[in-house]
T-cell receptor, first 112, second 110 residues
Framework: DADVTQTPRNRITKTGKRIMLECSQT?????MYWYRQDPGLGLRLIYY???????NKGEISDGYSVSRQAQAKFSLSLESAIPNQTALYFC???????????FGAGSRLTVL | GQNIDQPTEMTATEGAIVQINCTYQ??????LFWYQQHAGEAPTFLSY????GLEEKGRFSSFLSRSKGYSYLLLKELQMKDSASYLC???????????FGTGTQLKVEL
């Protein structure tokens, strides 16, 4: 099994729908992150969490919310999806300090 | 703030050696990561340099000069599967909130 599992891997939805992307990790790490990647652009941080009671906004949090249900689970929600949220979304986890980020395989979201 | 400069694209021949340079300017510096990302896939960790000098790991080596704000990734015995983006990512502390640029797109040709 993968260290970081994202579901769904692919999703097509319509404008205005609520969408949840889920992420779970088996690394036992406290820190989890959500990034999005658009074609030709770098990864941009949406939200991050350093432990179950900690949630922080990244550089592009508008239109998104997150929930840290447990140490191993970090979900990303789009309350009312819009077409410019079409992107590839990555969840990642790391230990404390300068630790390596381990990414999930990505969730490709298309908003029509 | 953070400024990272690396070439947008590079092309090299299978079996050859290629060096991908990166210069950076950051407010605070704790180390530098190199990640590899194949198109449509997640980034994967290649190396992390904290001290000046060369770190070798198989076909891949990474060099850091903190005083010059300079790093390079050296790939030897290039293989077709090395065609990917290579991301130079300075780590400035602050909880591992890494800032990823677009990296260098390497194309390996026959």
């Amino acid at each position: 099994d993968a260290d970081v599992t994202q579901t769904p891997r692919n999703r097509i939805t319509k404008t205005g729908k609520r969408i949840m992307l889920e992420c779970s990790q088996t690394k036992g790490h406290d820190r989890m992150y959500w990034y999005r990647q658009d074609p030709g652009l770098g990864l941009r941080l949406i939200y991050y969490s350093f432990d179950v009671k900690d949630i922080n906004k990244g550089e592009i949090s508008d239109g998104y919310s997150v929930s840290r249900q447990a140490q191993a689970k970090f979900s990303l929600s789009l309350e009312s999806a819009i077409p410019n949220q079409t992107a590839l979304y990555f969840c990642a986890t790391s230990g404390a300090g300068a630790n390596v980020l381990t990414f999930g395989a990505g969730s490709r979201l298309t908003v029509l | 703030g953070q400024n990272i400069d690396q070439p947008t694209e590079m092309t090299a021949t299978e079996g050859a050696i290629v060096q991908i340079n990166c210069t950076y300017q950051t407010s605070g510096f704790n180390g530098l990561f190199w990640y590899q990302q194949h198109a449509g896939e997640a980034p994967t960790f290649l190396s992390y340099n904290v001290l000046d000098g060369l770190e070798e790991k198989g076909r891949f080596s990474s060099f850091l000069s903190r005083s010059k704000g300079y790093s390079y990734l050296l790939l030897k015995e290039l293989q077709m599967k090395d065609s990917a983006s290579y991301l130079c990512v300075p780590f400035t502390g602050g909880g591992n909130k890494l800032t990823f640029g677009t990296g260098t797109q390497l194309k390996v040709e026959l």
